[in-house]
């Protein structure tokens, strides 16, 4: 009986030679799963599902991965404001770890001999999947051809010529990988230290002018509404703000980075509605969280991003980390109101009942009504008090 390998399948060049391989070059019985995070239209999944059934898989499965993706990893992103570097929204890091623990649970179902992707031996995603093998399914045995056996592309496409693969074989001139969370672009332009990527690599064009004027309803730090609409799932508010800025070319960037495996990369990038969310949901921190709320929700968010980032979702400070976000948002609940324009966007402000600038204590620079100015006095005194003391025992030295 051959054994069982689960293939996480895309449907691309290199999964495409990982199923044909795999099965005539190494008699395993393929069992492929491909993993929606948001990237694809139910035709685009049944032609892949077609597609691997043709190169003569055993079994094939879609997995439609996107409201837990957003439950298991992308609501602490927004909770923490994570921007990677300040810039990027980790769109592909995360959806590939929510792929991977999704692939480990299907070769436990199937009982799987071994596990497959087609990761190359450059990146960051060769190390974020087999990190997650090892601590989820310890002990099946991780295949990996393309990184293996150092295939050039050419050499890829020679052997499922051969083998009479019918598909697209011309290479895009731009590598585009779609999700919830936001759209990656690699090209030319990005291979160098310098250039920025054409209109045309853009995946959305910008069809909108003027502006547009909505208003974000959060309820404890999740996007629950958009105008006048509410959803029952905040991917689905996540899809739908999509489609009103994205237009508007909102989102666009390039991210320079550190890799897992230590060398500097750079990939363009369009976040329309992550963009904004961010945005949005930190300016309503600001107004209803305090001071030391924030500092450490950014410290310890900042760290959440960067060991996401290296594939550490499985590290149990993870939890201790997302159990400290998920309770810092019991008051951010409120409207944010934004104005979309093109290629940018503005917040003029919030409204939220748990508002902190709330004029009964008090306007800032202009009057305030919790304290007197001789309450002020005395704690001016004492909150310089260590300070004064140090200087009269050492001397009055000038910074």
Known sequence: MPRKIVLGFSGGLDTTYCAKYLSEEKGYEVHSIIVDTGGFSPEELAAIGEHARRLGVAS????????????????????????KNNTYPLSVSAERLVQALHIADHVTALGADAVAHGSTGAGNDQ??????????????????????????????????????????FEKAQYSVNKGLWGTSVGGRETLSSHGMLPEEAWPTQVTRDG??????HFEKGDLAGINELRFDHPADAIRHLQSLAGPFGIGRDIHVGDTIIGIKGRVGFEAAAPMVILKSHHALEKHVLTKWQLQWKDTLAQFYGNWLHEGQIL????????????????????????????????????????????????????MNTGFTGEDVRGFS???????????????????
């Open 211 to 216: 502006y547009d004027d909505v208003v974000l």
């Open 60 to 83: 094939h499965t879609a997995v439609d991965a996107v409201r837990g993706y957003y439950d298991r990893i992308l609501r602490f992103l927004v909770y923490g404001n994570v921007l």
């Open 127 to 168: 190390v974020r999947f087999d990190m997650v093998f090892h601590i989820r399914i310890p002990g099946v045995d991780i295949v990996t051809p393309i990184r293996d056996l150092r295939l050039s592309r050419e050499e890829e496409i020679a052997y499922l010529r051969n083998k009479g693969v019918a598909m697209n």
């Open 315 to 366: 590290d149990p400070v993870m939890r201790d980390i997302e159990a400290f976000l998920l309770h810092s948002q019991e008051t951010v609940t409120g409207r944010v109101f934004v104005r979309l324009m093109p290629y940018r966007f503005q917040i003029a402000g919030i409204e939220s009942e748990h508002d902190l600038m709330s004029s009964r204590f008090g306007k800032y620079g202009e």
């Open 381 to 399: 005194r004492i909150f310089g008090n260590q300070t004064a003391i140090w200087h009269a025992v050492n001397g009055e030295a000038k910074p």
